[in-house]
């Protein structure tokens, strides 16, 4: 909350260290069978739980059923995706591919793998983008971080703070090179045809 206006952003880069952690743990210590996979979503979604509780209302459960539905079901894809990556061994997504790919027509296989080399390369010039933007933004980046009046264990907290928020930048700079931009807050549009800007915070 600043002032009167209520600030609503979600750090990817702590999803994604959530998805390589159990990735990483699955591909220690699971066996590459699907109800380990099973086992390790409901453990990973149970722990999600026990959180949940620990926190009270000061997490989801003060925000009501619709957030903490989403929080388990963000769970639930966040261990699915992780721990299934982990507990897949080289090779054996081919495998288990092999059926439907015999199903599917040359044609369409090609414009699929067409369409991932294409995404892949809207969010490498998208990263691209974005490193620019953080090299252009920098005095004034530096400014507001020299304005806080960080000692040495807040500029190290800063930094993995912005190292979190990292994914979303790049994914606002993809949304601007494909096109139709993005929008931080309500009226503002940030596109490479148009900008709408407002009061916004130092994000």
């Known amino acids: 909350t600043a002032g009167d206006a209520v ?91 092999r059926p439907v790919r ?27 983008v974005s490193t620019g933007w953080v090299v252009a933004g920098r005095a004034t980046a530096g400014d507001v971080i020299e304005g806080l009046g960080l000692d040495t264990f807040s500029g190290v907290v800063m930094a993995f703070a912005q190292l979190a928020f990292a994914p979303n930048l790049v994914l606002w700079a993809v949304a601007w090179v494909a096109g139709p931009g993005f929008a931080v807050g309500q009226g503002t549009v940030f596109a490479p045809t148009e900008v709408v800007s407002g009061p916004l915070p130092a994000l």
């Open 7 to 97: 600030l609503t952003i979600t750090p990817l880069g702590i999803t994604a260290l959530a998805l390589f952690a159990a990735y990483a743990s699955a591909r220690r210590s699971a066996q590459p069978t699907g109800s380990a996979w099973g086992a390790g979503v409901g453990g990973y979604v149970a722990a999600v739980g026990a959180v949940l509780l620990l926190v009270g209302r000061a997490g989801p459960l003060g925000v009501g059923p619709g957030a903490v539905a989403r929080t388990l079901l963000g769970a639930t894809l966040v261990g699915a995706l992780g721990l299934g990556w982990g507990v897949l061994r080289p090779g054996r997504a081919g495998e288990l591919a």
């Open 102 to 128: 015999a199903l599917v027509p040359e044609p369409v296989r090609a414009a699929v793998r067409g369409e991932a080399l294409a995404a892949a390369a809207l969010v490498v010039v998208g990263a691209a």
